[in-house]
Each structure stands twice: as structure tokens, then as C-alpha cells.
């Protein structure tokens, strides 16, 4: 089995080794975009939320930049990597994009990343969230997160706040390891005790049985990751299982009150604390008129996964102006080290050294606003950087 994986990814690299000297054969006035996303399956929410925000995007700053004529060509890959990694192939051999971009979770983003690096293109990440990720191409460049800038975080802010024994729960893949390990270091650090550690699998996951544990070991808070869209399903469970009314509070990234869902959670969500780079309640004008933009466009509040692509669009376009249009690969990428801007989470950058975003942190609690559900700011941590590589 090895050796047959070991072999298609080694043909799939071989299959596009050419394509630096193909490159040059693209329509000179078109810059196609390679939008690769999970409209369906379990992550179906990120997708539709990030293939918005980019229309929303386009509509509103138009689809020509530095002369040359956006085109985005999308493809579903269910999140499943083998078909990221054929989606990426088609999109850079039969369609000769200039940037291939979205990448709803790690694996994905993973697969696609030896294709980058031999088409010298950039990899836009606009969803996963593991710090592995910009390491594994020199042409990877991220407008998401990771999970190290909200686990430290909340776990600094748990310690802070009276929270001492936590049980833990956590999709088993990457993501989920590094939000347990980053926030498991800084909570431990800080005098806390992890009671019980759950992980639960990714696809489907019932967490009902693993709940009930969680209540047997009678913890102060569970800290919790899964990833947008299976928040709803987490929270119904606890309430189900009755861990709200046991004076359990649940603590985390953000990920698990995404605003996508979190209307629909119900009154047991109320209270919970998240750490997160992105809230629909964000305070600024710019986010003001973001979310009303959204709402209008789509009939629905934007979470988090909106404004990731909504950014990464946005970096796409900046780096286009500052080669003037030239859509040669390695120039893109220089172009995008370092870029800054007003985003509607707030001030973001992409750091030079290692094309990861630096963002604020924010501390939110979930509050009825209106009658509406909403994860309301009450700290700030600024211009956080991937904690993930600085602290190697």
C-alpha cells in the first residue's frame, strides 16, 4: 500500500516537472485562478463560505486588475486529498492557472503543495489551519490561521481565569494535534491539568460517548476542536448530554462557534469562551459593512472561513499589482511577502520569513445580541504570529 501511494505522488510530481517551461504559454491578458474547495461532504460549509466572500469580493472591486482579467475556475474536492491532488494537476496542465488557491482542511493543502513548488505557482491556503503547512512549499502562502495563535491563547486566558482541571476533545488529524498540543503546553505551563483527552474521528464523528466521559471526569471545562461545521453537532450533544447544566463550560479556538452555524446552536451555547481571529460582531466600520455586504449578497452572516477568502483574494489582487501583472510564479510570491492590510477581522500581514498571516487574537464570549447569537470581543492579543515556528 506504501509503495502505491509512494508511487502516485511521485508520478503526479513527474506528470507536471515541465510545467515551469509550459508556463509562459497562458493567454497574456486572463490570470486564471484555481479555486480548489469542499462544496460537498462534511466541510461544505467552508467552502461555500470562502467561494462567497471571493465573488463578494470581485463584485465589489471588479475582475481586472494590473490589466489582466480575473478568471476563477473552481473545483469540488470533497476534502479528500487524492482528489485536491488531481484537481491541482488538471487546474496547472489542461487549464494553465497562474495560482491555485482555497484548500478547505491540511491533507489538502498538503497534496497540493509538491505541485506548487514544481510549477512555481502560488498556493493561496485560505482554510487549514496546521503550522506545517507554509514549510512544505517556497510557493505556499496562507490568509487563514493556525491553530497554535488561538490554543496558546484561550489556554493562557483558561489558567487566568479559575479554570484548573480541563478534559479535552479533538478531531484526530493534524489540526486537531497541534490545537491539543499548543494548548495542552501553555495550559500545563501554567499550573492546569488535563483530566481526560479525547480525539475523535474527523469524518461523522458521534460525540455523544465521548461526552458522557468528559461529564464522568467532572472537569471545570472541556476544550474543544473540530473543524467549521461540526460545532453545531458538538453543541446539541453537550446539551443533550446535559454537560451544560453540570456547570461544564466549553472553551477553545474558535472553530466550534463558527458564525456560520452559530444561531442554530441554541441557548446552551451562551457563555461559551473561544480564542479566535475573526468575529460577524467585530466592531470596526470595515466589518460593519463587510457582514452587512455578506448578509445581503447571501442571506447569512460570514464566519470565519468567509474572511480568510475574502483576504486571500484580496492578496491575490495586491500581488498582481505590484508585478504590474507579471504572473510569473516567484515574483508573486516576493510580492506577497510582507504585504499588510486593513482586513474586516482587522489589521493582517503576511510575514516575510514565513508567508504565514499575523493577526489580532481575540477573546470571545457567545452573547444574544438582538436576539441573535453572537460571539461578542472582550480582549485583544495583537499582531500574533505563528507560535507554531516561533517558538521552534
Not at 508520478?11 to 480548489?36: F, H, N, R, S
Not at 481586472?64 to 478568471?71: M, P, Y
Not at 446539541?236 to 462557534?257: F, H, N, S, W
Not at 475574502?310 to 510582507?338: P, R, S
Request: no cysteine; hydrophobic share 40%; proline share 5%.
Amino acid at each position: 500500500m506504501f509503495e502505491r501511494k509512494q508511487f502516485s505522488t511521485i508520478a503526479a510530481v513527474a506528470a507536471i516537472a515541465g510545467l515551469a517551461a509550459v508556463a509562459p504559454a497562458k493567454a497574456e491578458d486572463t490570470v486564471k485562478v484555481g479555486l480548489i474547495l469542499p462544496m460537498t461532504g462534511g466541510q461544505a460549509s467552508t467552502g461555500k463560505q470562502i467561494e462567497n466572500a471571493i465573488k463578494l469580493y470581485m463584485q465589489q472591486k471588479g475582475d481586472t486588475v494590473a490589466g489582466k482579467k480575473i478568471e476563477i475556475i473552481l473545483k469540488d474536492d470533497a476534502a479528500i486529498p487524492d482528489k485536491t491532488k488531481t484537481a491541482a494537476q488538471e487546474l496547472i496542465v489542461n487549464d494553465k492557472v497562474n495560482f491555485i488557491a482555497g484548500f478547505g482542511v491540511t491533507p489538502a493543502a498538503l497534496a497540493a503543495a509538491p505541485l506548487a513548488t514544481q510549477a512555481k505557482i502560488p498556493e493561496v491556503v485560505m482554510a487549514a489551519g496546521t503550522s506545517i503547512i507554509t514549510e512544505r512549499s517556497p510557493y505556499i502562502v496562507r490568509t487563514s490561521f493556525t491553530l497554535a495563535q488561538s490554543s496558546t491563547i484561550i489556554a493562557d486566558w483558561a489558567v487566568k481565569n479559575g479554570i484548573k482541571k480541563v478534559a479535552t476533545l479533538t478531531s484526530d488529524y493534524a489540526p486537531g494535534n497541534d490545537a491539543l498540543n499548543f494548548f495542552k503546553q501553555n495550559f500545563t505551563a501554567g499550573g492546569g491539568e488535563v483530566v481526560e483527552e479525547v480525539k475523535t474521528p474527523l469524518a461523522n464523528p458521534d460525540f455523544a460517548p465521548f461526552l458522557q466521559r468528559m461529564k464522568d471526569a467532572k472537569p471545570d471545562a472541556i476544550f474543544v476542536f473540530v473543524p467549521a461545521g461540526q460545532g453545531g453537532n458538538f453543541m446539541k450533544q453537550y446539551a443533550e448530554r446535559g454537560l451544560d447544566k453540570a456547570g461544564i463550560k466549553v472553551i477553545g479556538p474558535g472553530d466550534v462557534t463558527d458564525d456560520d452555524l452559530l444561531n442554530n446552536m441554541g441557548d446552551a451555547v451562551l457563555g461559551t469562551v473561544t480564542a479566535h481571529l475573526y468575529s460577524a460582531a467585530h466592531p470596526s466600520q470595515m466589518n460593519k459593512d463587510f457582514v452587512a455586504a455578506y448578509k445581503k449578497a447571501y442571506g447569512t452572516r460570514p464566519g470565519f472561513m468567509a474572511v480568510s477568502g475574502y483576504d486571500g483574494i484580496h492578496l491575490i489582487y495586491e500581488a498582481l499589482k505590484k508585478t504590474g501583472g507579471d504572473t510569473d510564479g516567484t515574483k508573486l510570491i516576493e510580492a506577497m511577502k510582507g504585504q499588510k492590510w486593513e482586513s474586516p477581522r482587522g489589521p493582517i500581514s503576511i510575514d516575510p520569513e514565513t508567508r504565514d498571516i499575523v493577526q489580532n487574537i481575540y477573546i470571545r464570549k457567545v452573547e444574544k445580541v438582538d436576539g441573535e447569537l453572537y460571539n461578542v470581543e472582550f480582549a485583544t492579543f495583537e499582531a500574533v504570529k505563528d507560535l507554531g515556528k516561533t517558538k521552534k
